[in-house]
């Protein structure tokens, strides 16, 4: 139920900043957790933290609005609802039906995609894979970035496994350690020559990091939907098709190479993040 017309806002926690190498420039990620307060409608916080610290939704204070996300202990409690916390494995409680998702221009082709990806997170149980809760959607992308995780309506209601592949191929980009170096050093050791767009992808190092990401995006995709179904997506793309010619072509050794640097979907939820900009 709704607290008499309180609003949700929401203060950025476990702020991270952490360099992050895009297209061949560094730059610094800032990422942290979400938590949600109770505001009255001048943005006043109940638990009285200071509002400046707050971004402001829109949201009606409600235990149904993206349950996953922690409440305020002391906005809960003074608005008599119930606090909400991570699981006790550390991730979410919830499907992953409950990412907030947001529509960037609020056009009916936006609409549009966020129902088709609606529809593929209730579908399938990707709490696995949800690194960041938070996806926009805009339809001056084709495509998709991860970083904030953005995606293209287009592509989204051209089927269910495309948009579940997008959502996976994207939230894997959020996967963070030592793995991925090693193995991009493996995978120039290979490959030192990769092609350029559109079979590989923008420049070398991009293509080794995207060798990994590509080969977690099909054993995903095998295991949601089958091997079958995951090499017919994988293959009908027009985009990255060197990068998913060699994992379709050498599953058992891409396999391998991935067990290897420990690059695999973790076996409980992970907390998600969000993108809070550069800094």
Request: overall charge neutral; charged content about 20%.
């Amino acid at each position: 139920m709704a607290s008499g017309g309180l609003l949700v806002a929401e203060q950025c926690i476990d702020r991270q900043v952490r360099p992050y190498l895009f297209r061949g420039r560094w730059i610094e990620s800032v990422t942290g957790r979400v938590l949600l307060h109770a505001t009255d409608s001048a943005g006043r916080p109940w638990c009285g933290l200071d509002g400046e610290l707050l971004t402001r939704t829109g949201q009606p204070w409600q235990a149904s609005y993206l349950p996953h996300l922690p409440r305020c202990d002391r906005c809960a409690r003074l608005t008599g609802a119930a606090p909400t916390s991570p699981g006790p494995d550390g991730g979410l409680p919830a499907p992953a039906s409950g990412v907030d998702l947001r529509t960037v221009h609020g056009t009916p082709a936006e609409h549009d995609g966020r129902a088709a990806l609606e529809l593929v997170l209730a579908r399938h149980d990707l709490r696995r894979w949800m690194f960041t809760d938070l996806v926009l959607i805009d339809e001056t992308m084709r495509g998709g970035v991860s970083h904030p995780l953005t995606l293209g309506p287009a592509a989204l209601v051209r089927s269910p496994a495309r948009a579940l592949s997008m959502f996976v191929h994207e939230q894997l980009h959020w996967m963070e350690g030592p793995g991925t170096e090693a193995a991009a050093a493996e995978f120039s050791r290979r490959w030192p020559d990769p092609p350029p767009p559109p079979a590989g992808a923008a420049d070398p190092r991009s293509t080794w990091i995207h060798l990994s990401i590509c080969a977690l995006e099909y054993f995903s995709l095998a295991g949601l939907l089958s091997p079958a179904a995951a090499a017919a997506e994988l293959s009908s793309y027009q985009s990255y098709t060197w990068i998913y010619g060699q994992i379709l072509a050498s599953p058992a050794w891409f396999a391998g190479t991935l067990h290897r640097h420990d690059l695999q979907v973790p076996t409980q939820p992970p907390v998600p993040r969000r993108y809070f900009g550069g800094q």
